[in-house]
């Protein structure tokens, strides 16, 4: 080969291609950005309303259901989901994979404004949001000092919140906690009743008397003065000297009939940080942006603000990603170590020789630093992903340099030269190690180029995987040849330790033993050919029908180092009485010796409602508990949770659950379990849900299952008489408006002082707006300046209704979730099917599995046409490189026996199939061929040089026994430390190594006798088929198929 010759002939030249090459990879890898996960361009945006004092079901026909229809139409819809909550709307929109998001978000800003003067009068303009994973916290910060809450928010707000925004990489900070200063007009119903007052006239007069304006110039002499009317309020006295008119002509001050209070909002979130007070600033970062180094420059200007502001103020991180990330990143860097460490040692055992190890192992650092430097200019980034495509390729990097190296070696025996060895050995290899390439790098193309989460996720663990083989196959016909004719040492070790001499020297005589060994099966295996693929495809068989006891999951679960627990009180219970529950678990998780933080939020109960995404629920509250690191504590986090479960399962007042997040995305993706009701009805749809959470909460391996439709806090609804009330001259919205400010209060205008903006909010007094008799003898201001009590006018009836209406694809549903404990998510969800097939559906009403489930297999059905492909790929490439149709099936028999591996390996480490799992799959179609390509690529090598058929298979079998197992143990032993899932986040990965390893160990074992007997029977029928055709055409004439 050209390549070849000019790398042994010219030794500076690629000397100095491989130094640039290292030069320009270290550079690229010190500009490699860190993140957890890869970056991932998902089809999701949302519309997210805001509508204050509308309830659930209001929401859902003004505001939700208008949107909803808009949305429907946009081009490459594939599905809607909503959520009507108390104030608040949102719309999320599924779009098909690939679709330009910039361009259809913009697409639906312009169809949500159409219909912006649809909704509601009141509701916020609708917001556009797309969703990005990236856009979920990278760190929350809690902040306490010995300030009271409203002072401490002010200072959060006006100083910490700014300088956090201003870090390069923030996209936003939500600060969430304290009270934020109000002035209250606390007006007495009486009084004011009194004096003829409306509380509309007290709002209208305070916004109109607050005011600066600017009334032009006037000219006095020679000079021009502007004309201005300072108005704003200068303080409280301000206010409370307000003169307001009375319905007869007459005004009074506000002072006569209200107390003005500089005061605080009624708290909506309480947050605390190891049973202390605290506010916390949640902080995103742009999708661009580098985790790692946001959090850092997040960490140095909070230490910064701590050393600059007053009083004794401290930051504590409550969550930290960069942390999670670093220890990751951080285990797969020592994996990958580890991994080239063993593949090292290997070699050394077959070599004997440390220079020659020297030569092979040379190319790890070279391949892996070039594929560094492609990494960086195809865009990726230091992620779990791409490391662990350094990782799986560790053990394939040095298969083509030690296919090429032992080449070499055995032309050294055989008396060439060093340069006349280094040439030929590596031309004659040349070939296969480049067909052996080209079908690995194959199988990971179809990862790339199908859609969904799978090859948004995995599709960079593809890519690097193939720049490490193609710069590997670069380095094997480059490198590897040019050192081996300079420093290729043939004779074994005769230095170092007695007892190094002695090993070396038995592992020798047992590689040769070996040989014999397999010499002698190999001769029977040819004489006995049916009895070999006969009991082949009987085990083959047999493991298949082991499968079903694998099981299979979505993704493992992952030791992520933190537990969640989230309580649920009684709907309607105060803020106060849902605190009290929450601190007894916080006074026990707080024992805990593995637990370093606990931060608490009451008020919200997930992840999306703390970070702003949803309005606050006072009977809910979320605890999270950061653990210490790993390797400081003996139980992991699934354990924690479990204990924490037993010690508050019997707390009275709340229903608590505690989890240990164990996805990769965190704790933003899908309930493992989900069964979704639809239907039209709520209160039958309410029914159908508890009763079917009662079937799927008896299966066993299911835990925490509940149905979505919670009912809502009771409400007394005022029923207006449209008459009656127009007899006093009024109408539904002015008794409503009314009725919004005597109760929950108005914001009447903005109070400036000190350069803050304070809200000022026109309410009743606490003890007017407490009971049922207080709003029955509500009296009403009429237009005329009449008085009417409220229940002169409407009646008041008590009605409940559900927290939360939910929606998918515009039809009602409710969802039943559940998670998973010590069962595989597929067969929980057969026996849960089972369970529901005899339940009685109403007309009109149906169930579908979702969540975890539908991502599974969405995911599973993708890759699996990505399999086919692969296999598809690789054929193609054999067919193409040794111009034959047979000869790839004879070498791809190696394929279904590795099953039988895989299956075994899955068995044996208690681990479920998975999308990993099947990534590893694909990767085995790949590697496991290679064994096959060189020993079959070997055969025809001899038979064209005049050996016989089984002369050629018996020689080259033995010959290339060596580099078959060098090949296929150092994959393994370089893959050994990812399938034990060490370090954080390790799980996730070691279903895909553990497949690989199996697979190929296996198929390794197996293929050395059932290829070679293929081979000969397919020989046989090419034969055969050859004498057939040329009696039929030209009996004197034979031909043998060339395979």
Not at 56 to 73: K, L
Not at 117 to 144: C, H, I
Not at 829 to 851: C, M, N, Q, R, S
């Amino acid at each position: 080969m050209k390549i070849v010759e000019f790398s042994v002939r010219r030794p500076v030249a690629v000397t100095m291609v491989m130094a640039a090459v290292i030069i320009l990879g270290i550079v690229s890898l010190s500009r490699l950005a860190i993140d957890f996960m890869p970056e991932m361009k998902l089809p999701y945006a949302a519309v997210m309303t805001h509508y204050e004092g509308a309830g659930p079901q209001e929401i859902e026909s003004t505001v939700t259901r208008p949107i909803e229809d808009v949305t429907a139409t946009i081009e490459n819809v594939k599905g809607l989901q909503s959520f009507s909550r108390n104030g608040v709307s949102m719309v999320m929109v599924e779009f098909e994979w690939g679709t330009d998001m910039n361009f259809t978000t913009q697409d639906m800003r312009e169809k949500v404004d159409m219909i912006q003067g649809a909704l509601p009068p009141d509701a916020k303009r609708p917001m556009v949001l797309k969703f990005d994973p990236s856009a979920w916290p990278v760190a929350v910060v809690a902040f306490t000092g010995d300030q009271d809450l409203s002072s401490l928010k002010r200072v959060a707000e006006d100083v910490v919140k700014p300088r956090l925004e201003r870090i390069e990489g923030v996209a936003s900070v939500n600060v969430v906690g304290g009270v934020d200063r109000e002035i209250q007009i606390l007006v007495d119903p009486v009084k004011m009743s009194g004096y003829g007052v409306s509380l509309d006239t007290v709002t209208q007069v305070l916004r109109a008397g607050n005011l600066n304006m600017s009334a032009g110039s006037v000219t006095e002499g020679r000079s021009e003065f502007l004309v201005r009317v300072p108005g704003e309020y200068a303080d409280l006295r301000d206010i409370s000297g307000v003169v307001v008119p009375t319905a007869t002509g007459g005004a009074v001050r506000i002072s006569d009939f209200a107390e003005v209070r500089d005061s605080t909002r009624d708290a909506a979130f309480r947050s605390r940080l190891n049973q202390q007070e605290s506010l916390a600033f949640i902080i995103q970062k742009q999708p661009t942006a580098n985790t790692v180094q946001v959090v850092q420059k997040v960490r140095s200007t909070v230490a910064s603000l701590e050393n600059e502001l007053p009083g004794n103020v401290t930051f504590r991180f409550a969550f930290d990603q960069a942390e999670f990330i670093e220890g990751s990143i951080g285990d797969l860097r020592n994996n990958i170590l580890v991994g080239g460490t063993l593949a090292a040692l290997i070699i050394f055992l077959f070599l004997r020789s440390v220079r020659n190890t020297m030569i092979i192992c040379t190319a790890i650092p070279v391949a892996a630093i070039g594929a560094c430097s492609l990494l960086y200019f195809s865009g990726e980034t230091i992620n779990v992903m791409t490391l662990g495509g350094l990782a799986l390729g560790i053990g394939l990097i040095v298969d083509n340099s030690i296919v090429v190296l032992e080449n070499i070696f055995r032309h050294r025996q055989l008396g060439f030269g060093h340069i006349d060895a280094a040439r030929e050995g590596a031309s004659e290899v040349g070939r296969a190690v480049i067909g052996a390439t080209m079908t690995s790098v194959a199988v990971f193309l179809p990862i790339v180029f199908v859609q969904g989460l799978a090859s948004e996720i995995f599709a960079p663990l593809a890519i690097t995987v193939a720049f490490v083989l193609g710069a590997s196959l670069v380095v094997a016909l480059t490198l590897v040849p040019m050192l081996a004719a300079r420093m290729l040492r043939v004779q074994p070790v005769e230095r170092g330790p007695r007892l190094l001499r002695r090993l070396m020297s038995w592992f020798g005589n047992a590689l040769d033993r070996l040989s014999e060994v397999y010499r002698g099966v190999l001769a029977w295996s040819l004489d006995n050919r049916r009895k070999v693929v006969i009991l082949t495809t009987i085990v083959f068989i047999g493991s298949l029908a082991l499968m079903p006891l694998v099981g299979a999951e979505f993704m493992p679960a992952t030791d992520q180092g933190w537990v969640t627990v989230s309580v649920k009180a009684p709907v309607g219970t105060t803020i106060d009485e849902t605190d009290r529950i929450v601190s007894q678990v916080e006074k026990i998780a707080r024992n805990i010796p593995e637990v370093e933080t606990v931060f608490v939020t009451v008020g919200a109960g997930s992840h999306e409602e703390q970070a702003g995404f949803g309005g606050a629920s006072s009977h809910r509250a979320l605890m999270d508990l950061t653990l210490v690191d790993g390797s400081d504590r003996k139980r992991s986090s699934e354990d924690v949770a479990a204990w924490l479960r037993t010690q508050v399962e019997d707390l009275p007042g709340a229903i608590i659950e505690v989890d240990a997040p164990s996805s990769m995305m965190g704790d933003t993706g899908s309930a493992p379990l989900q069964v979704v009701l639809k239907g039209h009805d709520l209160d039958l749809l309410g029914r159908m849900g508890e009763d079917v959470a009662g079937i799927v909460a008896g299966v066993p391996g299911t835990r925490s299952v509940e149905s979505s439709l919670e009912e809502g806090r009771p409400e007394v609804q005022v029923l207006i008489d449209r008459d009656r009330a127009a007899l006093y001259g009024m109408n539904v919205y002015q008794v409503s408006s009314a009725l919004h400010t005597s109760f929950f209060g108005s914001i009447a205008t903005r109070y400036r002082v000190s350069g803050e903006e304070v809200d000022v909010r026109v309410r009743f007094t606490e003890g007017t707006r407490e009971n049922m008799a207080d709003l029955e003898n509500l009296t009403l201001t009429t237009p005329a300046g009449g008085q009417v009590l409220l229940r002169d006018i409407a009646r008041m009836e008590i009605a409940g209704g559900p927290t939360t209406v939910e929606r998918r694809d515009q039809a009602r549903t409710v969802v039943v979730s559940g998670s998973l404990v010590d069962r595989d998510l597929n067969s929980v969800i057969k026996d849960v099917e089972k369970a529901l097939a005899d339940y009685p559906l109403p007309p009109g009403y149906y169930f579908e599995f979702t969540g975890e489930a539908q991502e599974m297999a969405d995911a599973f059905g993708n890759l699996f046409i990505a399999l086919i492909l692969a296999i598809l790929l690789v054929y193609m490439l054999l067919a193409f490189q040794f111009e034959s149709f047979l000869f790839p099936f004879v070498v791809m028999f190696s394929v279904p026996v590795s099953i039988t591996g895989m299956v075994f390996g899955l068995l044996i480490t208690g681990q479920s199939f998975s999308v990993p799992a099947f990534i590893g799959v694909i990767v085995a179609v790949g590697v496991v061929v290679n064994n096959a390509i060189v020993l079959i690529d070997y055969v025809n090598t001899l038979r064209s040089r005049g050996m016989t058929m089984r002369e050629a298979v018996t020689t080259a079998g033995p010959i290339r026994l060596r580099p078959i197992l060098m090949t296929a143990l150092t994959t393994i032993f370089a893959m050994l430390p990812i399938a034990m899932g060490i370090g954080q986040g390790g799980e996730s990965q070691a279903p895909m190594a553990t497949v690989v390893i199996g697979g190929l160990m296996f198929s390794t074992l197996i293929s050395l006798v059932l290829v070679p007997v293929v081979y000969t029977i397919f020989d046989d029928w090419g034969k055969g088929l050859s004498r057939r055709l040329s009696l039929r055409k030209a009996p004197s004439e034979t031909a043998a198929i060339e395979v």
